[in-house]
T-cell receptor
């Protein structure tokens, strides 16, 4: 069965650079969630989208923005990267059956 | 106080024993409760979810929910070394557009 696809799997950026993370939800899932998980931390909710509209917002820095496109994939844009942004970034999707599935994540390292 | 609380562990149990993982939550309006297993550097993997008070069993796993006490637990019977991981409790809070709030996770170590 198709899962949540995230790209890239690994990303290395320098401070003050920009990064774009992509998430392709499970087909027919209409909601996408982004989470950030620092080393030894629990996943922290950043932002979610339902039917291409922002549905909820968590602890997402102003330097970050996200959107969901017409094909339901989502992109997380991160600018002016800081060392503290180094983390695993997970995307999850859900649909009418409330099946909440995570992607494999993107490991971002800021140097 | 965090919205979802877990003992960080590590919880160490011998192979074949029952591992008991506990979680409390603060939002009395919470609707649904999830247990995820996470291996280091990997994404969380859903083990079970529970909506109603009582027990829910799936193979070696049993989730228990007590909404009056705002408490949810996960029992793992016949623990195996491959069960060694971090177990995350997550709660779908009321009015939260289905976002999940995670606890800090409990590290489980099953030793042969």
């Amino acid at each position: 069965a198709a899962g949540v696809i995230q790209s890239p799997r690994h990303l290395i950026k320098e401070k003050r650079e920009t990064a774009t993370l992509k998430c392709y939800p499970i087909p027919r899932h209409d909601t996408v969630y982004w989470y950030q998980q620092g080393p030894g931390q629990d996943p922290q909710f950043l932002i979610s989208f339902y039917e291409k509209m922002q549905s909820d917002k968590g602890s997402i820095p102003d330097r970050f923005s996200a959107q969901q496109f017409s094909d339901y994939h989502s992109e997380l844009n991160m600018s002016s990267l800081e060392l503290g942004d180094s983390a695993l970034y997970f995307c999850a999707s859900s649909g009418e059956d409330s099946d909440y599935t995570f992607g494999s994540g993107t490991r971002l390292t800021v140097v | 106080q965090k919205e979802v609380e877990q003992n960080s562990g590590p919880l160490s149990v011998p192979e074949g024993a029952i591992a008991s993982l506990n979680c409390t939550y603060s939002d009395r309006g919470s609707q649904s409760f999830f247990w995820y297993r996470q291996y280091s550097g990997k994404s969380p993997e859903l083990i079970m979810f529970i909506y109603s008070n009582g027990d829910k069993e799936d193979g070696r796993f049993t989730a228990q929910l007590n909404k009056a006490s705002q408490y949810v637990s996960l029992l793992i019977r016949d623990s195996q070394p491959s069960d060694s991981a971090t177990y995350l409790c997550a709660v779908n809070t009321a009015g939260g557009y289905n976002k999940l709030i995670f606890g800090a996770g409990t590290r489980l170590a099953v030793h042969p």
